[in-house]
């Protein structure tokens, strides 16, 4: 009989692009694959792919405790009708509601992907939702048969200190979600007649959407014929942190800074970018500046957990300080004015890319983490 692995993850869009690829390779090697995450529309290219799918729509961010209490019991009610033997929670709702119902259910394996901790967890907040959430978090890491996935050191250190992690859990490092670097090839840079400088993000305050601006109005006045700014990314209105709609279009003029939205297919948005650039707050370990790597782009970053892990100062790219403009302004312009440069740095990425990035080694990773809770 099959052993039964269920992916718990926010939206379909979010497994897609980040663990499609891994439940694709669990199937081959002779597993059940279930995924339960809200359907936005594309679910189809989940279950094209064999795997079962339940819409599982929950508020990512929503701190109503009876709401809360439902979202729970739906969290149980899936957990108690499948009987799965492993799960892999993905972001920290499920991780903390997942592995809770996971304990008291008796789930043979649980998988605990940290990817980030969060907005209640940026810009130094503290209170009482997160104190709730380390408590449970303490709960339900009590258990043998528990590996967490983390993706950076400090978000391994953060739960450390905090006293999350048991000496039961085993900790293993995965940067990130990886990237095919078939699919992600190394590509020329496009003309430098219009130097296009890429945010390819979610529209959110905390990956840095008011320091771009910021930075945008100070270079306009020297390079608003020579360069532009391209915001590729979806106003996340369920989201805390989410820009309003309002903001973009008033920001944006359609040539100097253009939003372009949510773009199923990012390939050809890198290829057509001289610059990729994401001044966030804190990451995980942000696909875009991955993939940003693969094809080969100078990356201009913050220094902020996550981010930081993939740019070598000078090399690949550039770092800034968290909440800066002045200094994010002053690194895009250094590239703008050196064409040399952005083409050495964009080698380097590539290089970077194929080092520590490659999707393979994550897959292998994954199937060793499953194949240890076989029976």
Same mark, same amino acid.
Not at 128 to 148: A, D, E, P, S, Y
Not at 315 to 326: A, M, R
């Given at each position: ?14 497994? &897609? ?7 694709? %390779? ?8 279930? #995924? ?50 492993? #799960? $892999?929670?993905?972001?920290?709702? /499920? ?53 967490? &996935? ?34 992600? /090839?190394?590509?020329?840079? /496009?003309?430098?007649?219009? &130097? ?48 309003? $709609?309002?903001?973009? %279009? ?14 199923? %297919? ?54 800034? /300080? ?16 050196? $064409? ?13 890319? %194929? ?10 990773? $994954? ?9």
């Amino acid at each position: 009989m099959k052993n039964k692995l269920l992916f718990i993850v926010n939206v379909d869009w979010f497994f &897609i692009s980040h663990r499609l690829i891994i439940a694709e %390779e669990a199937m081959k090697k002779g597993f059940e694959v279930i #995924v339960a995450c809200e359907d936005t529309g594309i679910s189809n290219e989940i279950t094209s792919k064999g795997i079962k799918f339940i819409d599982f729509p929950f508020s990512r961010s929503g701190i109503n405790p009876i709401s809360e209490l439902s979202t729970l019991f739906k969290f149980y009610k899936i957990y108690n009708e499948i009987k799965p033997d492993i #799960v $892999h929670h993905i972001t920290l709702k /499920p991780v903390i509601y997942g592995t809770l119902i996971s304990r008291l259910l008796k789930v043979k394996g649980v998988v605990n992907a940290v990817s980030g901790l969060g907005y209640n967890f940026t810009a130094d907040r503290k209170g009482l939702v997160q104190k709730i959430m380390i408590r449970l978090l303490r709960i339900g890491f009590k258990r043998n048969n528990l590996t967490i &996935i983390f993706q950076n050191e400090n978000d391994k250190k953060a739960f450390l200190d905090l006293n999350i992690i048991s000496d039961n859990n085993s900790i293993v490092k995965i940067k990130g979600s990886g990237v095919d670097l078939v699919k992600y /090839p190394k590509s020329s840079l /496009p003309s430098f007649d219009l &130097i296009k400088v890429l945010f390819p993000a979610r529209m959110l305050w905390d990956k840095g959407v008011n320091e771009l601006k910021a930075a945008s109005e100070i270079l306009k006045e020297k390079y608003e014929n020579r360069i532009q700014i391209l915001l590729s990314g979806m106003a996340d209105d369920g989201n805390k942190a989410g820009v309003p $709609h309002t903001y973009l %279009e008033d920001w944006q003029d359609g040539k100097y800074v253009n939003w372009i939205g949510y773009q199923k %297919e990012m390939l050809p948005i890198f290829q057509d970018s001289h610059i990729v650039v994401l001044p966030s707050y804190r990451e995980g370990m942000p696909k875009s500046l991955i993939e940003a790597c693969a094809i080969g782009r100078a990356v201009v970053t913050t220094d902020a957990v996550g981010c930081r892990e993939c740019v070598d100062e000078g090399i690949n790219g550039l770092k800034v /300080p968290v909440y800066s403009t002045v200094e994010l302004a002053g690194a895009i312009e250094k590239l703008i004015l050196n $064409h040399e440069l952005i083409q050495e740095m964009g080698e380097n990425s590539r290089k970077k890319a %194929e080092q520590e990035f490659d999707v393979k080694n994550v897959i292998y990773k $994954h199937m060793e983490i499953y194949n240890s809770f076989r029976y």
